[in-house]
């Protein structure tokens, strides 16, 4: 098992493009998680999917999307990116029911000047 | 609703000393209580968990935590430090999706 994957590993924008984060898991969790880690900040939840076809905000979700392509897939878009977005960006997942364990993928490193 | 709180957001110790991460939380409900530990430029990795179960709970690398209820803690020990342990630990609790995380404690470590 590969566990959680996220592509790319590294970005660089420029203010103003797009793009999207790929995030898929192999261990058929319920539930996916995107996370920005910043220091000093933690972790900071900005969308979630608790189940397949199903999204919801979380404490920082304005500048992006998402979408739950399928069971697997979990993808985050910045449609106009801007330099306070210049974080480290990690994919989570979660089995669900009673278990609360996340696990987590590798991280991108996003900068945007 | 839920709500974590780690102290200080740097503890340094010497190899071979005691290392003692704190953790406190707010929750309404008996949680379920995580540890994380993140190395440089890596995701995070589950340290332990505590799920209701024995109040002390072990995790990897000779890494416990012990959960008391009357002081709402949770706090990280490990009885002597290596230079690998230097990293940044996170605690999490979770009475409800998704979990919520402290912002971080990083653990550094001298010879």
């Known amino acids: 098992n590969a566990g959680v994957t996220q592509t790319p590993k590294f970005q660089v924008l420029k203010t103003g493009q797009s793009m999207t984060l790929q995030c898929a898991q192999d261990?058929?969790?319920?539930?996916m998680y995107w996370y920005r880690q910043d220091p000093g900040m933690g972790l900071r939840l900005i969308y979630y999917?608790?189940?397949?076809?199903?999204?919801d905000k979380g404490e920082v979700p304005n500048g992006y999307n998402v979408s739950r392509l399928n069971k697997r897939e979990f993808s985050l878009r910045l449609e106009s990116a801007a330099p306070s977005q210049t974080s480290v960006y990690f994919c989570?997942?979660?089995?669900?029911?009673?278990?609360?364990?996340?696990?987590f993928g590798p991280g991108t490193r996003l900068t945007v000047t | 609703a839920q709500s974590v709180t780690q102290l200080g957001s740097h503890v340094s110790v010497s190899e071979g000393a005691l290392v003692l991460l704190r953790c406190n939380y707010s929750?309404?409900?008996?949680?379920?209580l995580f540890w994380y530990v993140q190395y440089p430029n890596q995701g995070l990795q589950l340290l332990l968990k505590?799920?209701?179960?024995?109040?002390l709970v072990k995790g990897i690398n000779g890494f416990e935590a012990e959960f008391k209820k009357s002081e709402t803690s949770f706090h990280l020990t490990k009885p002597s430090a290596h230079m690998r342990d230097a990293a940044e630990y996170f605690c999490?609790?979770?009475?409800?999706?998704?979990?919520?995380f402290g912002k971080g404690t990083m653990l550094l470590v001298s010879p």
């Open positions: 989570a997942s979660v089995e669900g029911g009673d278990s609360y364990e996340q696990y």
């Open positions: 261990m058929n969790h319920n539930s």
């Open positions: 999917s608790a189940s397949e076809g199903t999204t």
């Open positions: 929750s309404s409900v008996p949680p379920y």
């Open positions: 505590y799920t209701s179960a024995a109040t």
């Open positions: 999490a609790v979770s009475e409800e999706y998704p979990l919520t």
